[in-house]
């Protein structure tokens, strides 16, 4: 490697192998666990616990460290019910067509439909905003690597950290999202919404789609050589 400034690794705690596949065993337990819903209570969480879990989507790995996202928590009521405004409204065109019956067909065995009350009634909304220029501090304008990649990496430790802490979620992704830029304050020049998180607790009638449950074996998403 290149001469670069750097810290001694001095937090990286190693397990015995036993106790590597037990941690292996119950994330992956814990991970099962994990369903996307569209039924939310209303119940409030505290805003420290979706600070807490956007600073761990805050440690993610990305291109050059530039960290090119940003998380915008919405709780407010009013601007939660201009969001489910805007969307269902491109929602309605999308399932009267403008997605195509191929798309349409796949969505069937998930009951979805135009209708989202989950984005008022779910506690909190987090709008997710790749971002084109940036750097490690907050006045750098440099260009972004890996943009998509890296948010993407940084939205799964997000919904991971929420689960973990005990709160289901949902990833919605209206398009096109560029309302979100103009209700949540955004740089239209420099960030792109990327996905909208709901968040929060599951209401009493709460279900999971059947087709939702089926995952693929570990011979269908993985090879060893």
């Known amino acids: 490697m290149q001469d670069h400034a750097n810290h001694p690794l001095t937090d990286f705690i190693e397990y015995p192998h036993e106790e590597m596949l037990s941690r292996a065993e119950a994330f992956l337990e814990n ?14 969480v505290p805003q420290k616990i979706i600070e807490t879990c956007i600073k761990a989507a805050g440690t ?10 940003h998380f915008v928590a919405i709780g407010s009521a009013e601007k939660k019910k201009q969001i489910r405004a805007a969307a269902e409204d491109l929602e309605r065109s999308f399932y009267q067509g403008r997605a195509g019956d191929e798309w349409l067909d796949a ?8 209708q989202k009350p989950y984005l008022e009634h779910a506690p909190w909304l987090i709008a997710i905003f790749s971002q084109k220029k940036g750097g490690i501090h907050a006045e750098d304008k440099n260009t972004n690597y890996y943009v998509h990649e890296s948010v993407g990496i940084a939205t799964g430790f997000l919904i991971q950290a929420l689960h973990n802490a005990g709160l ?9 999202m560029s ?23 599951p209401s009493d009638d709460a279900s ?4 939702a449950t089926v995952k693929k074996s570990l011979a269908e998403i993985a090879s060893f050589i």
């Open 179 to 201: 309302f979100l830029t103009e209700l949540c304050g955004r740089d239209k020049d420099n960030e792109r919404p990327y996905m909208l998180l709901i968040a929060g607790y």
């Open 60 to 69: 993610a790995p990305s291109g050059a460290n530039h960290q090119p996202w």
């Open 208 to 211: 999971i789609p059947e087709h």
């Open 107 to 114: 969505l069937k065995p998930l009951g979805t439909d135009a």
């Open 168 to 176: 289901a979620t949902l990833t919605h992704t209206p398009k096109p």
């Open 31 to 44: 991970s099962k666990r994990r369903h996307s819903i569209r039924a939310f209570s209303d119940r409030p």
